[in-house]
């Protein structure tokens, strides 16, 4: 019966089918690039008293499932804040950090001992009525972070808030290689016996780095956006450094994770990813496709121009066969792109290429052909086709060259738009002359190139 339902509900080239099939091609190399990975999610007090957060729970057992290696560090401040509350009791807070005093430690070890224990039943019995039901997640956790007291600082005495000293990586490396989803919780432990009150992103980032992590991600309660609330999508290191020391007003809470991002970047992590938890399955979403629905801080540029290479041919190919057939750009076999392939230079972001195009020199002439410039459909209109003609721009007066010509049949404005002149076939140069294809009648832009080179 229930085979029968499903092909009357999504009958073959279903609208639905013809969508999951390729965004499951598509999610295919993550899935392997992903498999014994170590993740650190992060994610505070706020997303586990969520009605929904036993649906975050699903999605940390698919990623389980999928042999990624999860280290879950959880905060606990609202669950402080109610007991405080209920005893009467407040507490001060310095540098958004609290200063953790007898009443308030008393607190933050009930809280963290409730919301560790939730985190470990929901885990331990997977989401009911769902595929990932039953599934038995071992969690570990332990007394496996060091802490120290932060002391004085400005004259203030944090009493029994810390910081991490040092996280014991082969233990929890041990747990991780018996299929464990680790869970950390904001509590350090002193040689001596005393219990500290730690900030959930320090826990996450000295654990991240002890491990050696491939990823750290955040869950936070509105993601980065810009002054006009527009999600920041990318960013390396060096510009969230910059954000911070900008004069822009930030959250307290999104100041601390750029600061923890910047330093997991700086110690070898290579990528921090910082998610609204708000929206359904971000972490899914996130990880699975190609531009994500967060903001992405890199160790390096996400997005790299470079000289193409031989392994690049078929994604050229890919990029520039549709261009082919519509008769804008002129056919080139596989053969000849192999041929040629260190002319190219190509776009890749995340290991696809999405633009690419061909410098052909005249040294003597000091005259150069800018051709095959494409940008895959999905990532135009965005300023990458600009961005790859002043890269071109570039590597052209590097060899000398002082005019920049291409030949186009349907892109004249955007030639004429970005400093293209048109010119007749007798200025380009004789041995390019001679391959003139006359059927084609394609026009000749040439733009001069000596005068920004001296700037």
Not at 84 to 98: E, M, P, V
Not at 123 to 131: E, K, Q, V
Not at 221 to 248: C, F, H, I, M
């Amino acid at each position: 019966m229930a085979s029968t339902s499903r092909k009357k509900s999504h009958s073959p080239g279903s609208p639905d089918e013809n969508r999951f099939v390729p965004w499951f091609r598509n999610a295919a190399p993550y899935i392997n690039a992903f498999r014994g990975r170590t993740f650190v999610v992060v994610f505070g007090g706020e997303t586990v008293a969520d009605e929904h957060f036993a649906g975050l729970i699903h999605d940390f057992a698919l990623l389980n499932s999928l042999g990624i290696r999860l280290v879950l560090v959880h905060g606990c401040r609202p669950q402080i804040e109610a007991r405080l509350k209920a005893q009467g009791h407040s507490t001060r807070f310095q540098q958004n950090l609290r200063i953790t005093d007898d009443p308030a430690l008393a607190c933050v070890k009930e809280a963290v001992g409730t919301v560790r224990v939730e985190i470990e039943a929901l885990l331990s019995m997977g989401l009911a009525n769902s595929p990932m039901a039953g599934a038995h997640i071992r969690v570990a956790s332990g007394n496996v972070v060091t802490a120290r007291p932060m002391g004085v600082h400005d004259g203030v005495d944090f009493l029994h808030t810390g910081e991490v000293r040092r996280v014991d990586a082969k233990a929890i490396h041990y747990q991780l290689d018996e299929g464990a989803v680790v869970l950390l919780s904001p509590l350090g432990y002193s040689p001596t016996g005393e219990v500290f009150n730690l900030s959930a992103e320090d826990v996450a980032t000295s654990a991240a780095i002890a491990l050696h992590a491939h990823k750290v991600i955040f869950l936070t309660e509105g993601g980065l956006r810009d002054t006009r609330k527009r999600l920041t999508r990318e960013l390396t290191y060096t510009a969230a450094q910059q954000l911070l020391d900008s004069r822009r007003k930030l959250p307290t809470d999104m100041q601390r994770i750029l600061h923890s991002a910047v330093n997991l970047c700086l110690n070898g992590i290579p990528r921090v990813h910082i998610l609204d938890r708000h929206i359904d399955g971000a972490m899914l979403q996130e990880l699975f496709t190609r531009d994500g629905v967060g903001t992405l801080i890199s160790a390096d540029n996400y997005e790299d121009t470079r000289q193409a290479n031989i392994d690049d041919v078929a994604g050229i190919l890919e990029l520039i066969t549709p261009l082919e057939e519509a008769d804008i750009l002129v056919r080139r076999s596989r053969e000849h792109i192999e041929m040629e392939i260190d002319r190219f230079t190509v776009m890749e972001r995340d290991g696809m290429v999405i633009a690419c195009a061909a410098l052909n020199p005249f040294i003597k002439n000091h005259m150069a052909e800018l051709a095959c410039l494409a940008v895959h459909p999905d990532y135009r209109d965005a300023g990458r086709g600009n961005s790859l003609l002043r890269y071109m721009e570039q590597l052209a007066m590097q060899k000398g060259v002082r005019q920049l010509f291409a030949l186009s049949t349907k892109s004249a404005h955007w030639f004429l738009e970005r400093g293209f002149k048109k010119a007749g076939l007798d200025s380009l140069p004789m041995k390019r002359r001679a391959l003139y294809n006359y059927r084609r009648n394609s026009k000749v832009f040439i733009k001069e190139l000596q005068g920004k080179e001296k700037r």
